[in-house]
């Protein structure tokens, strides 16, 4: 299976794919910092060995799996689905085989991949994965320490071989074990991620009885972010933060946050807190997802000229998720109902944002053109969550 497949049937996020891109394709530095510290002679022990190990690849299969029995755990695995065994050894098989190949190419490193990824699929605890595979390479080595005084290999050439043998096991269990971790991380970046946008909600839902707004929200700050240029990381960071810019609103009372009428000065007051409460809740936290929220909580409402809060920053002393946040946030306002208005066409809601609110006023005006650049896909946005 090809490895971009793999990588795609593993319903990975797009972070989380970028990286294992990175580990697993044979153009990364990584890949080749690590497969160089494999000498010639390490090459040239390999083969020496490699017909062996093939010819003897049922016996050691056959000692993996006796060995594998032995324990409750593994044992209970490998019962649990007998019908799965076959299937299992001739994996294994096939990776035993490409271990030995020297042929560390794309293919070599794609079906690693997919090693890591079945280990982690059929539920096989890592502290397992890793006494098997220590136990696999013990095995080899006594294999070979019985068998080369057979065929006449002295013992310095053995020890040699031992030790290359040794080398490629480790690279590839490196290998395996990033696999399998790369899908653990993904799983809880997956769960951070829905465990953000549900905390947002709360937010959200005593505001607009909707969670739509976040979900567009959100959407329109990434595809800013990508539209000035920033990188992936970038995107997926604020596509994740910006959700969370109005959690603060959890703290302001039912009166103003609900008011169907412009406020007063007094309860204006009350809803600009809702950017420092937010700031309280998402600082001071190791994540950067969070660090990034914090700082979006803070600066959302901040406007280029100076005349936004709580802080009256301007210009370029806002943060550019703020600069890029207030823009999307404010269009998603415009161009739905609130409990204050109703939902004006999208021409109008830019021509608000163009003329009374000011491009140059409450927005930054390099990032409003570069919104207005990226119209056709916030449209396209838009209409896909309209009836989220
Ligand atoms: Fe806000
Ligand atoms: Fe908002």
């Known amino acids: 299976m090809q490895l971009l497949q793999i990588i795609e049937n593993a319903n990975l996020k797009p972070n989380i794919q970028d990286k294992i891109k990175n580990i697993f394709s044979s153009g990364s530095i990584d890949f080749n910092r690590r497969f160089l510290t494999l ?10 060995i490699s017909p062996l190990i093939n010819q003897n690849i049922y016996f050691l299969i056959d000692r993996l799996y006796e060995h594998l029995m032995k324990f409750e755990e593994t044992k209970n695995i490998l019962l649990e689905k007998p019908e799965r065994i076959e299937h299992l ?22 079906s690693r991949l997919n090693l890591g990824l079945t280990h982690l699929n059929v539920n096989i605890p890592t502290n397992l994965f890793m006494s ?14 019985e068998e080369l005084p057979k065929h006449n290999f002295s013992h310095s050439e053995i020890l040699n071989i031992i030790n290359s043998m040794q080398k490629i ?25 829905d465990f953000i946008k549900r905390l947002s909600k709360i937010a959200e839902f005593r505001d607009e009885n909707t969670g739509a707004h976040i979900e567009r929200m959100s959407l329109y700050c990434m595809t800013t972010a990508k539209y000035l240029g ?4 970038f995107q997926m960071n604020i596509l994740e933060a910006s959700p969370m810019h109005d959690i603060g609103k959890i703290s302001i009372p039912d009166y103003v946050l609900l008011k169907p009428a412009k406020l007063t000065d007094d309860e204006f007051e009350i809803m600009k807190t809702h950017t420092m409460k937010g700031f309280d809740i998402l600082s001071n936290s190791d994540s950067e997802i969070m660090k990034l929220g914090a700082e979006i909580a ?19 002393s806002i943060p550019i998720s703020g600069r890029i946040c207030i823009i999307g946030d404010i269009f998603d306002a415009l161009t739905n109902k609130r409990v204050y208005k109703s939902a004006y066409p999208i021409e109008e809601s830019l021509g608000i944002m163009k003329n009374e609110m000011g491009r140059g006023n409450y927005f930054d005006p390099v990032i409003f053109d570069v919104f207005i650049k990226a119209l056709d896909e916030i449209i396209a946005i838009r209409s896909r969550y309209m009836n989220f």
């Open 39 to 48: 000498t010639e002679e390490d090459k040239e022990n390999i083969v020496k």
């Open 89 to 110: 050894r001739n994996m294994q098989m096939g990776y035993f085989k490409e271990l030995f190949s020297l042929k560390y190419d794309e293919d070599y490193l794609a």
């Open 132 to 145: 098997s595979y220590s136990y696999l390479l013990s095995l080899l080595i006594d294999f070979i320490k």
């Open 169 to 193: 096991a480790n690279l590839d269990m490196t290998l395996v074990i990033r696999a399998y971790y790369s899908k653990e991380i993904n799983e809880k970046e997956r769960l951070s991620g």
């Open 230 to 233: 920033y990188n992936h990381d």
């Open 298 to 316: 803070l600066s959302h409402h901040e406007r280029y000229d100076g005349s936004g809060y709580p802080r009256g920053l301007k210009g370029e």
